[in-house]
């Protein structure tokens, strides 16, 4: 079969995070440039739209704590099994995740968080952080992004109960009088079931506890325009989490689109056992703040969030909601690479984009692959990526974008022995 490449040589013994050193192994693959987003916490900038938006959501949910300020480097028990992840979940691998070292990550969701957050004695809470995934590179993914959870618990008594069904009457009786036309699928089905534990008639109260929250999110966030001839519309998917059942998705029609909001479910109870809670049941989502934040303020690139430039940040006013003015776009830069893998390797999508992020940063705005093969004779693999150089913020030189394409091929003959074609 074929092998994934390492580079034991070019390692540095340790990497350093928010002030603690960590010892690296053939596992780590954290690089410096995402290494170097983890101390900036965009969800806590003053006037950021990211900060904004954490407190516009916050705002609808005014008795819960209200959390922003957990390390990223988590341990993969806590980012996967404690939440009953599989053994060979996708998600655990080296291509799709951040190692400092085999046991220490940076985690790829704030659900990470959960079980310690329970075991504190919260009942109702958001957490909001910065959150790592390996990925591909354009204008609406970047391998840092924020999101929120939140979670609310009950007395899984008849008392608890009661108030789960005044507070389901409440936010239900809000949701009438206002213009939103909700799409839903039942709160228990064949494929997205009540948990065993579980009284189902609990679950299903909780169950549309959980909707009639999120409804009611939506409203505050996207409802602005909302009318009797034009209302919000979202929409409820059946959806499957491991630490999650029932689990839903949410989408919300804007601007002429549905936009992919956030997941959630009814919380495996194995998570609040694990966290030491006994007697409650309760539910749980995770949105990502970029995705909302891009409709919500007209921005059109993800890495825009990045940007230190005033005529970026310059518009943006902490609580205000207003719709960014594109300044002009700069002219792109396309470099094609073609290359030869050694024999019987394999070079992953997500490592070649964080070889060009490393030399690039910012400045690349996406990788498209345009060819790949394996020669029938030699067997070995070729591939071809088209690169595309643009700033945000400024013309880029010939020389300069030039001297980047260099330091990519240089990074991949040193890290990943090819041979340029
Ligand atoms: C999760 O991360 C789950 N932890 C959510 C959850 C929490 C489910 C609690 C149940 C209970 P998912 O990978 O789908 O799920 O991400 C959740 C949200 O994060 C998505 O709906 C999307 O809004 C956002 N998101 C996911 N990937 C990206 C990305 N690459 N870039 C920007 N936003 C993303
Ligand atoms: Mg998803």
Redesign the pocket.
């Known amino acids: 079969g074929r092998r994934p490449l390492s580079t034991p040589s070019l390692r540095p013994d340790f990497v350093e995070i928010l002030g603690e050193r960590y010892a690296t192994d053939p596992i780590t693959n954290v690089t410096p440039s995402i290494l170097s987003k983890v101390p900036i916490r965009l969800h806590t900038q003053p006037s950021h739209p990211l900060n904004t938006l954490r407190t516009l959501i916050e705002s609808n949910f005014p008795d819960f704590s209200h959390l922003s300020s957990f390390s990223p480097v988590v341990s993969p028990f806590k980012n996967f099994d404690e939440l009953s992840f599989p053994k060979d979940h996708p998600g655990r691998s080296l291509t799709d995740s951040y190692y400092v070292n085999k046991d220490l990550m940076l985690r790829t ?3 990470a968080h959960e079980v310690e957050v329970f075991r504190e004695g919260q009942t109702q809470w958001l957490l909001t952080a910065d959150v790592y ?1 390996r ?1 591909e590179i354009d204008g609406s ?2 391998p840092v ?1 924020h ?1 929120m ?1 939140g979670a609310r618990i009950f007395e899984a008594t008849t008392q608890g109960m009661k108030e789960v069904e005044e507070d389901n009457f409440r936010l239900e009786r809000d949701l009438a009088r206002s213009n939103i036309v909700i799409d839903d699928i039942p709160n228990l089905s064949a494929t997205n079931p009540v948990q065993d534990v579980h009284d189902p008639v609990h679950s299903e109260l909780v169950a549309r506890n959980l909707k009639l929250s999120l409804n009611t999110l939506m409203l505050r966030l996207f409802g602005g325009a909302s009318s009797k001839e034009n209302p919000l519309r979202v929409r409820w998917i059946e959806a499957y ?1 491991p ?2 059942s029932p ?1 839903f ?1 949410v989408e919300v029609f804007f601007n002429g689109k549905w936009l ?6 009814v919380v495996n109870q194995a998570t609040l056992d694990t966290a030491g809670v006994q007697g409650q049941i309760g539910w ?5 703040l ?2 909302i934040a891009m409709v919500l303020f007209g921005i059109p690139d993800i890495r825009l969030f990045w940007s230190q430039d005033q005529r970026f940040l310059s518009q943006f006013s902490q609580g205000a909601i207003t719709t960014f003015k594109s300044y002009s776009k700069y002219p792109a830069c396309f470099k094609d690479v073609s290359f030869w893998l050694p024999q019987a390797t394999n070079l992953h999508e997500n490592d070649f984009c964080d070889l060009v992020r490393d030399a690039a940063g910012d400045l690349v705005e996406d990788v498209k692959k345009l060819d790949d093969f394996v020669h029938p004779k030699t067997n070995r693999q070729s591939l071809c990526y088209r690169i595309n150089y643009r700033s945000m913020d400024r013309s880029l030189s010939n020389e300069e974008v030039n001297d980047i394409q260099k330091q990519v091929i240089e990074k991949l003959k040193t890290q990943f022995g090819v041979e340029i074609r």
């Open positions: 969701h704030t659900s995934r990925d993914h970047y992004f999101q959870e989490f630490f999650t689990s998705e992919e909001i956030l997941g959630c479910g749980a989502f995770g949105l990502g970029e995705r």
